[in-house]
């Protein structure tokens, strides 16, 4: 398995678990939060807590950075948005052109106007 799909895997199996894209979301809402604070709005134990991040940080989803005696985590949007890019994106674009078709013809059947 090459090492991008392998870093995809990984990305997949992070966003799998509502309790990851919470921690995600409250990072995108937060960003540059200790473990207590999440673990506050998580409402569980520090260790699942930490479990859980430790799988976005392996998925590169999540990185940390030490302030003086404080691990503060941050959102990584980078893998998500090459997810995007490989399976989302190319979906989309056809879904939008044929919209864009669609609005084309309907409005030149009614020249415009609704």
Not at 36 to 50: G, K, Y
Not at 79 to 88: D, S, T
Not at 92 to 111: M, P, S, T, V
């Amino acid at each position: 398995m090459s090492k991008e799909m392998e870093g995809a895997d990984k990305v997949f199996k992070a966003l799998a678990d509502p309790n990851r894209r919470k921690v995600l979301d409250l990072l995108y809402t937060n960003n540059g939060q200790p473990l207590s604070s999440l673990c506050e709005e998580l409402d569980m134990q520090r260790q699942s807590a930490t479990q859980h991040i430790d799988i976005l940080i392996k998925a590169n989803l999540v990185s940390v950075v030490w302030k003086g005696r404080e691990k503060l985590h941050y959102i990584n949007p980078v893998p998500i948005y090459e997810v995007y890019e490989r399976w989302v994106r190319k979906f989309e674009q056809n879904r939008l052109g044929f919209l864009h078709d669609l609005k084309a013809q309907l409005e030149g059947e009614n020249h415009g106007k609704t």
